[in-house]
């Protein structure tokens, strides 16, 4: 019972480069969601998907895409990578209702340098 | 829109002595209210969680919070901690009907319970 897997656990970039952060769920959750959190900054919602083919954009989308090809992956871009999105990544999913928990991977800590 | 406030960044406490985490939160519409928990290396974890009916909500390991609306708080308190119990506590708020069931997470309560 894997829940949510984030990949890769750990990632170093050089300014401008590009990288795709996968996350999977068995959990057959509508709902997806990728957060950045940073120190004192509590987690910050960057994209969001209610479904297979949907996106929308959170609270700090600027600099990252996203894609829903298929119900249990939620993809996340950074086309060139910047010093300011050094940061850790998490994914999560629910249920597509409001009252339903959040499930977590265990985060992406990428570093730009 | 609604935001979260907790008003410690860090909280350090003797291993067997009582907690109480802050959050208060500012919205002009009812709210539902949650706790998570994330333990170092680690995603986040749901606690307990308010949405109706008594204020006073209990959840995983002991943890309990209970909800003022004319104070417009959430705080989680647990009367005996446990070593295992250090690590950071978010409040989240989400406002009835937001599309995506959006969270908005306050900026995290590190505990750290020492022997």
């Known amino acids: 019972n894997a829940g949510v897997t984030q990949t890769p656990k750990f990632r170093v970039l050089k300014t401008g480069q590009s990288m795709t952060l996968l996350c999977a769920q068995d959990?057959?959750?509508?709902?997806m969601y990728w957060y950045r959190q940073d120190p004192g900054m509590g987690l910050r919602l960057i994209h969001y998907s209610v479904g297979e083919g949907t996106t929308a954009k959170g609270e700090v989308p600027d600099g990252y895409n996203v894609s829903r090809l298929k119900k249990q992956n939620f993809l996340l871009g950074l086309e060139s990578a910047a010093p300011s999105q050094t940061s850790v990544y998490f994914c999560?999913?629910?249920?597509?209702?409001?009252?339903?928990?959040?499930?977590f991977g265990d985060g992406t800590r990428l570093s730009i340098l | 829109a609604q935001s979260v406030t907790q008003l410690d960044s860090q909280v350090p406490v003797f291993e067997e002595a009582p907690v109480e985490l802050r959050c208060n939160y500012s919205?002009?519409?009812?709210?539902?209210l949650f706790w998570y928990v994330q333990y170092p290396n680690q995603g986040l974890q749901l606690l307990l969680k308010y949405l109706s009916g008594s204020t006073l909500v209990k959840g995983i390991n002991g943890f309990e919070a209970e909800f003022n609306k004319s104070q417009t708080s959430f705080h989680l308190r647990k009367p005996s901690v446990h070593i295992s119990d250090t690590a950071e506590y978010f409040c989240?708020?989400?406002?009835?009907?937001?599309?995506?069931?959006?969270?908005?997470f306050g900026e995290g309560t590190q505990l750290t319970v020492n022997p």
């Open positions: 999560a999913s629910s249920w597509g209702d409001r009252v339903q928990p959040q499930h």
């Open positions: 989240a708020v989400i406002k009835p009907g937001t599309s995506g069931s959006r969270l908005t």
């Open positions: 959990m057959n959750h509508e709902y």
């Open positions: 919205s002009s519409v009812s709210v539902y």
